[in-house]
């Protein structure tokens, strides 16, 4: 509701300049000159906002907001109902010896192995090496990685030279909108349903599980107050 009232409150702002601009003109209290120089302005001001109310819709649609709240198990299941609902047959592998692939995905005779990162820092070339393994282990026709950020230099360049497709954030958001409209509803209802994966503290050896803070969800170990070691989601 805030952004909301943020919003228009520019908006509000530059047509008032606009208009008082105008009135100064009729009233002859300012040059033409003034008036075409706050008129551009005020139209320049109009388009920015327009553009990012746009954008902002399009992160809504998508349900990345949601997305990036998700553990990397969650992120797994969110992608494979995704592709399921698009027509792919889909086989989650198991946490342990997936031989490089999160996810296989079959459609029209292809076959494609797919790792999942849910990172909060551009992903490596490591990522890169182990779809390949997978290709080769699973003999798929196809081997992409898909994140919910950026990669590396070297990951980029290991992948255009053994043909894996990257699909970095800004794809994925492209991607999540061309093939489900209501994908906001996909992410929210994986959320819901598909509890995160504890992880073992690195402090203390406890049972780390993910909370809700007050700027998203982090993990929190089980032997709190003893124990304060945090960690972010994705790291």
């Not at 490089?100 to 079959?106: I, K, M, Q, T, V």
């Not at 402090?203 to 003893?226: A, E, I």
Request: net charge positive.
């Amino acid at each position: 509701m805030r952004k909301r009232k943020t919003r228009i409150n520019s908006v509000n702002m530059i047509l008032f300049c606009v208009l008082f601009s105008l009135i100064m003109v009729v009233y002859h209290q300012v040059y033409w000159p003034l008036f075409l120089f706050v008129t551009i302005v005020g139209c320049i001001g109009f388009t920015r906002v327009l553009i990012k109310q746009k954008l902002q819709l399009r992160l809504k649609k998508s349900g990345i907001e949601d997305i990036l709240q998700m553990d990397g198990f969650q992120f797994e299941h969110y992608l494979a109902t995704l592709f399921r609902d698009n027509g792919y047959a889909v086989k989650v592998t198991s946490a342990r010896g997936d031989f490089g692939a999160d996810l296989l995905l079959s459609k029209d005779g292809k076959k494609i192995a797919v790792q999942a990162k849910r990172y909060i820092k551009p992903v490596g070339i490591k990522a890169v090496q182990e779809v390949i393994a997978a290709a080769t282990y699973y003999k798929t026709n196809e081997s992409w990685v898909v994140a919910t950020n950026s990669f590396t230099k070297s990951a980029k360049v290991l992948a255009h030279a053994s043909e894996v497709k990257l699909i970095d954030k800004e794809n994925l958001i492209s991607m999540i909108l061309k093939m489900n409209p209501e994908a906001n509803e996909v992410a929210s209802n994986t959320l819901k349903k598909i509890k995160p994966k504890d992880i073992r503290c690195k402090k203390c050896g406890g049972v780390m599980s993910v909370k809700k803070g007050k700027y998203g969800n982090f993990y929190g170990c089980s032997h709190y107050p003893r124990c304060t070691h945090t960690q972010k989601v994705g790291s």
